[in-house]
């Protein structure tokens, strides 16, 4: 997309692709609450080992 608009080429002119990862806290977090849910009981043990427990004033509603 960007390549095209902005006329992107190496230096012998050939073809360049760009792209995005999305690999931003907030893409990994949506991602794993989406699949995970928010209660930790389903989160994987390693995580919730690591993360610890959720601070008292979170409430699930």
């Known amino acids: 997309k960007f390549s095209d608009a902005w006329d992107f080429k190496t230096v012998s ?3 360049v692709w760009t792209g995005c990862s999305g690999i931003g806290l907030e893409r990994w977090t949506a991602a794993f609450l989406a699949q995970k849910g928010l209660d930790p ?3 994987p043990k390693e995580f ?7 601070p008292k004033e979170f409430k699930l509603v």
């Open 41 to 43: 009981k389903y989160w």
């Open 48 to 54: 919730v080992k690591r993360f610890g427990k959720m």
């Open 13 to 15: 002119g050939k073809e």
